[in-house]
């Protein structure tokens, strides 16, 4: 049999003929796709380390996040942060703009409206009022009287994505400030880039002035203070880090790691009544595919195409809490592994035996028993 010969315009595979203008079409497709991901790609990234398996990792995963009781169920809608007062009352800001709160008796209430689904952090000051970390509008004061901005730039540059907020007892506030680069709709760009956004700020109430106290942070999430006020301990969500900021004694003003290799990125820090920290830990990854966060191709392409990351993303699918002694050693993990009762857990904080869990997937404030759990 003669070998087939392709007319001019097609070109020759093993099998068949081609037209020539069908494979430049799937090249030029294939290039402007390329191009569109890298022209487009809305980060600049770098490889991130994922942490190694550490001591904390081989604490065994556990089911004990499932028996947390629902409260508010319905009432509140993604209460990233929650903070309770003397009376056990529990204060949370919610996606549709409200701080809530959530009685004793079990009634629900509409408290204070700032217009805004950007609400994060909120701290309850000795004054009684309430600091709410609003990741457009800045730092806010929240009173019976109303609402106040405290601050809203600094070093020149307007704050956005203020995150996390902890009153010291001489009135300061520190506040951190995830990325400096992506807003919180954007979050995870910040992690697919994985270059230093973060800040850590210190609002001063008598100059009223805002200062960075340190930059380069690596999603700077939530701020605690220690019992004694000699430090502070910052969460760097895709560092898997948590610092520790000398406020008194010799190393004041030093920086130095308090726990890293976490088993999740830190998100929110509470200081708990022992003297340990509670700390909420999310699910950054999805099973199988950590690869993208080397992979600098990976990255781009999901960047570009935004449901891309709602795949890559593993935070919808489990919780973790840990509980850290001030040596920053882990004493306690509760883990709900499959996300069956709540995924995507913020915060956790530990009021009269109990734990307060807040999440960005939840419908309700989890509250966990802490005595025979
Ligand atoms: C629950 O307590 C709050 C605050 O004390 C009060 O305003 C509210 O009326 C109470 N609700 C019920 C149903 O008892
Ligand atoms: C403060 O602003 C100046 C001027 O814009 C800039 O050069 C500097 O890097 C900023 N400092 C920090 C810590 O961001």
């Known amino acids: 049999m003669a070998p087939k010969i392709c007319p001019p315009a097609f070109v020759r595979t093993s099998k068949c003929c081609f037209p020539v203008a069908f494979s430049s079409f799937i090249l030029v497709c294939l290039l402007a796709f390329t191009t569109q991901v890298l022209f487009f790609s809305p980060i600049s990234p770098r490889a991130l380390d994922l942490p190694i398996a550490s ?3 081989s604490l065994p995963t556990n089911s004990r996040l499932q028996r947390a009781i629902k409260l508010g169920e319905g009432f509140v809608r993604a209460p990233e942060d929650v903070c309770l007062d003397k009376e056990g009352t529990i204060y949370t800001a919610t996606r549709d703009g409200w701080i809530k709160r959530l009685h004793r008796n079990g009634s629900g209430e509409n408290w204070k409206m700032i217009d805004s689904n950007t609400l994060l952090g909120i701290t309850l000051t000795k004054e009684g009022d309430l600091v709410v970390c609003d990741a457009e509008k800045g730092l806010l004061n929240v009173g019976e009287e109303g609402i106040t901005v405290l601050a809203t730039h600094v070093n020149g540059s307007k704050i956005r994505f203020a995150d996390d907020v902890i009153e010291a007892s001489d009135g300061s506030l520190y506040f951190t400030v995830a990325s400096t680069k992506f807003d919180l709709h954007n979050w995870y760009l910040d ?3 994985a270059k230093p956004h973060g800040l850590l700020l210190k609002y001063d109430p008598t100059s009223t002035e805002t200062s960075i ?3 380069d942070l690596c999603f700077a999430n939530g ?3 220690s019992r004694d006020e000699d430090y502070l301990v910052v969460c760097e969500t895709w560092k898997f880090r948590c610092l520790k900021y000398w406020l008194k004694g010799e190393d004041k003003g030093k920086t130095e790691i308090f726990i890293e290799n976490l088993p999740g990125g830190p998100d929110n820090i509470n200081l708990a009544p022992d003297g340990s920290f509670w700390i909420a830990l999310l699910q950054l990854t999805s099973d199988g595919l950590e690869f993208v966060h080397t992979s600098m191709a990976s990255k781009h ?3 570009t195409f935004p449901k891309l990351i709602r795949i890559v993303n593993g935070v919808y699918k489990k919780a973790a809490v840990v ?4 040596d920053g050693k882990i004493i ?5 592994p499959n996300g069956k009762v709540m995924s995507f857990v913020t915060s956790a904080l530990e009021w009269e035996d109990h734990l307060y869990l807040g999440s960005l997937n939840s419908n309700f404030v989890g509250k966990l028993p802490l005595k025979d759990t």
């Open 332 to 336: 306690r993990k509760f883990d709900d």
């Open 55 to 57: 001591s904390a990792s």
């Open 301 to 303: 392409l999901v960047a």
């Open 323 to 326: 509980n850290v002694a001030a």
């Open 191 to 193: 992690v697919l880039e």
């Open 223 to 225: 701020v605690a203070l």
């Open 213 to 215: 106290v340190l930059d």
